[in-house]
């Protein structure tokens, strides 16, 4: 069993900057691929960012220029920082893990072995 837990979210301002964090605990050796999706009420997950053990990302041409995604491996933790952040970005964001070796940067949901309670990202006018 592999626990992911996200923090960081929280309500700011259009404009501002949040650097939302999530880490991976449990039995896994390692974490293949680390991955962001956000999700609107009443709409599926979609794909933000997504970086592979070796660093290699993937963005959404949604937020490309915006968020920057990284990651520590040692502590099995990933980073997505969020700047120029606008009302449309309001909702909840969950981080997600392969581990599993895993030879694709994936951005889409499938690949994904677990995922976090997710963290609730508002953006005020």
Do not use: H
Request: hydrophobic fraction near 35%; charge should be positive.
């Amino acid at each position: 069993q592999v626990q992911l837990v996200e923090s960081g979210g929280g309500l700011v301002q259009a404009g501002d900057s949040l650097r939302l964090s999530c880490a991976a605990s449990g039995r896994t050796r390692s974490t293949y691929v680390m991955g962001w999706f956000r999700q609107f009420p009443g709409k599926e997950r979609e794909f933000v960012a997504a970086i592979s053990w070796s660093g290699g990302t993937r963005y959404a041409d949604s937020m490309k220029g915006r968020v920057t995604i990284s990651r520590a491996n040692a502590e099995n933790t990933v980073y997505l920082q969020m700047n120029s952040l606008k009302p449309e970005d309001t909702a909840v964001y969950y981080c997600a893990a392969i581990v599993r070796p895993y030879n694709i940067v994936a951005t889409t949901p499938t690949p994904y072995d677990y995922w976090g309670q997710g963290t609730q990202v508002t953006v005020s006018s």
